[in-house]
């Protein structure tokens, strides 16, 4: 359970553990941000798409008052901001949104906005949504409904051109060994849709901060995973969500998935769903490889390897030790 007093923000507007929901359903009303979107839409889909997925997370924080919904916003919202900073044509907050609703976000998330410019994020925006989906799910929802269920949001919000934000593969990984037992599927999305310098910045920043280090072992020194238990590893294409194809051909070799089709192409290492999604399985089900030592000083090499990308990108603002954490719920 997090603390409330990390969300504890001035003395009107105090969170402890229940979203004003008052207030973000006001940032609902505010007609100037959409129209301001709209006045981008012509420029360049990064803005209003960013502005469509700040507004539709706000909404859903407004209508769930959870609180690792609200943990997964504002970190979403650091990821969205870092990105327009970086972004080709850089764009910031102030760009992203209306005067009226910038005040009214940084009044319940001050720290996304207080930090991006100088904070990495662990994952992209959409890797966020992905588990404020999962996290919504009921007792009864199965594979397909929380498919589903992105899928409308991804609908719902309405995002156009090249720059939406939105993964275009997610991946469910579990273990099959136990057939009495119903097996947590762990989901993740692929970094594309970002753009190749966020890319390869995600990736050196998920090797240090947020993969299994077996997994940014895997990415970064092509060292195959060998998984002591089966595994299911399945990949979607986000707009064809129900339809599984095969992984690709560096996921198929770095952790020896079986799938009868032949792999879908080559990614960069580390740019895939399986990646995350099988971090996350080997965070939350598997004691012994959590209790693993870095005996391959992998995370120093990470961190160099970040402290290079950030320097060759002209990032200096950033510091590969500093990255943007909201208070731990479950490790991802
Ligand atoms: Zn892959």
Same mark, same amino acid.
């Given at each position: 359970m997090v603390s409330c007093d990390y969300y504890t923000l001035d003395s009107s507007h105090q969170l402890c553990g229940r979203l004003h929901t008052s207030m973000l359903a006001e940032n609902m009303a505010d007609t100037r941000f959409l129209e301001r979107a709209e006045d981008f839409r012509s420029e360049d889909g990064f803005q209003t798409n960013a502005a469509k997925i700040i507004c539709g997370v706000v909404e859903l924080c407004a209508n769930h008052e959870n609180m690792h919904i609200i943990t997964l916003a504002e970190?979403?919202?650091h990821s969205i901001f870092f990105l327009g900073n970086i972004h080709v044509r850089k764009c910031s907050p102030e760009m992203i949104l209306s005067s009226g609703m910038l005040e009214r976000v940084r009044k319940v998330f001050p720290r996304p906005l207080a930090s991006y410019?100088?904070? *990495?994020?662990?994952?992209?925006?959409?890797?966020c949504l992905l588990d404020m989906v999962v996290t919504l799910r009921t007792e009864e929802d199965t594979e397909d409904d929380i498919k589903n269920h992105l899928s409308n949001l991804i609908t719902r919000l309405g995002l156009?051109?090249?720059?939406? $934000?939105?993964?275009?593969?997610? =991946?469910?990984?579990?273990?099959? @060994?136990?057939?009495?037992?119903?097996?947590?599927?762990?989901?993740?999305?692929?970094?594309?849709?970002?753009?190749?310098?966020?890319?390869?910045?995600?990736?050196?920043?998920?090797?240090?901060?947020?993969?299994?280090?077996?997994v940014s072992l895997a990415v970064m020194e092509k060292t195959p995973v060998t998984f002591i238990r089966p595994v299911r590893c399945r990949?979607?294409?986000? @707009?064809?969500?129900?339809?599984?194809?095969?992984?690709?051909?560096? =996921?198929?070799? $770095?952790?020896?998935?079986?799938?009868?089709d032949p792999p879908t192409g080559n990614n960069i290492?580390?740019?895939?769903?399986?990646?995350?999604?099988?971090?996350?399985? *080997?965070?939350?089900? @598997?004691?012994?490889l959590r209790r693993v030592r870095d005996r391959t000083g992998i995370k120093t090499k990470a961190i160099k390897t970040l402290s290079n990308r950030l320097k060759e990108f002209g990032l200096v603002s950033y510091d590969a030790d500093e990255v943007f954490r909201p208070p731990p719920t479950r490790r991802i």
């Open positions: 970190e979403m919202l410019s100088t904070k *990495l994020p662990r994952r992209t925006p959409f890797s156009v051109g090249d720059h939406n $934000l939105i993964a275009a593969t997610i =991946c469910v990984s579990y273990y099959t @060994d136990d057939q009495h037992k119903p097996m947590f599927h762990y989901y993740g999305a692929s970094l594309s849709s970002t753009g190749y310098k966020e890319r390869k910045i995600l990736i050196a920043s998920s090797c240090v901060h947020t993969w299994h280090h077996y990949a979607f294409s986000v @707009d064809s969500i129900h339809t599984e194809k095969p992984p690709c051909k560096p =996921c198929r070799e $770095l952790f020896k998935l079986e799938h009868a290492y580390g740019n895939c769903a399986e990646v995350e999604s099988l971090s996350k399985l *080997l965070w939350n089900e @598997d004691e012994r």
